[in-house]
């Protein structure tokens, strides 16, 4: 997703989702690996290689490494506040900080003269303990009304 493309991450003022966990291949089909995630990839002009992230984990703090109820829609509730804890991974451009708050996120990004390049949903997590499945076939998760601010992709 695009819509803050240039803005700075003070300016997210809501992140959330509503997830699904498919009961499919995996043999406990749980988060894990930081996965499930949001990735906002910034920018402040200064990178020669790829772009760095702040990863926003789902699940629950410190291991995120949860087995939501399958075959139920879930809500992640807003993460762009300080009520959603520890969950803001900031170590790609601070290193000196891994679990981050909101707030914490706002004032790293914008220290470094972060802006947001993109939004993005991930599950990559398949190769984590259990979640591997039959034949590495990991995890399965839906999503819908991913929400940016007042843009919402895959409304129910």
């Keep these: 997703m695009y819509p803050l493309r240039g803005a700075t991450l003070d300016q997210l003022t809501n992140l959330q989702t509503m997830y699904y966990v498919d009961d499919g291949a995996a043999t406990s089909n749980c988060f894990g690996g930081g996965s499930p995630r949001f990735s906002i990839v910034v920018s402040n002009g ?13 699940g629950t703090y410190p291991a ?25 991974d900031t170590s790609q451009i601070c290193p000196a900080t891994f679990y981050n708050t909101y707030s914490g996120a706002v004032v790293c990004s914008n220290a470094g003269g972060y802006k947001i390049n993109a939004i993005l949903v991930g599950t990559d997590g398949g190769w984590s303990g259990t979640n591997q499945g039959p034949l590495g076939t990991g995890q399965t998760f839906l999503f819908e009304n991913i929400e940016v601010n007042e843009l919402t992709r895959f409304p129910r």
Excluded: H, M
């Design 46 to 58: 200064t990178e020669t290689g790829s772009l760095p992230q702040i990863n926003v984990y789902l």
């Design 64 to 88: 995120f490494a949860d087995c939501p109820t399958k075959n139920t829609w879930l809500s992640t509730g807003n993460f762009a506040t300080d009520t959603a804890g520890l969950r803001w």
